[in-house]
């Protein structure tokens, strides 16, 4: 089992910056990708940015450039931090971990992030 717990969202204007942290904690040893989706209202969660064990770094196309996903072993954390926010990144954003060699996945309960205009 492994727990996820975000924390960092917020309200912030169009142009602005925001850091999203996801503390995990149980079997980490186990995660094999760690990072975070969003869901706006109406709208399907969709994928925002994922970090594999290896390091390797996936991004939605909508978040290329302006998003970094980044991890710390160490701390069992992984963060994301969000520059050059726009209206369309509101949404509630959710930490996600697949575990291996048992495939299971996990979910935080959420933090908000609101983008003002």
């Known amino acids: 089992q492994v727990q996820l717990v975000e924390s960092g969202g917020g309200l912030v204007q169009a142009g602005g910056s925001l850091r999203l942290s996801c503390a995990a904690s149980g079997s980490t040893s186990n995660i094999n990708a760690i990072g975070w989706y969003r869901q706006a209202p109406g709208k399907q969660r969709e994928m925002v940015a994922i970090?594999?064990?290896?390091?390797?770094?996936n991004y939605a196309d909508s978040v290329k450039g302006r998003f970094t996903i980044s991890r710390d072993n160490v701390k069992n954390a992984v963060y994301l931090q969000m520059n050059t926010l726009k209206p369309e990144d509101t949404a509630v954003y959710y930490c996600n971990a697949i575990t291996r060699p048992r495939i299971a996945t996990y979910w935080g309960q959420g933090t908000q992030v609101t983008v003002s205009s």
């Open positions: 970090i594999n064990s290896g390091g390797s770094t």
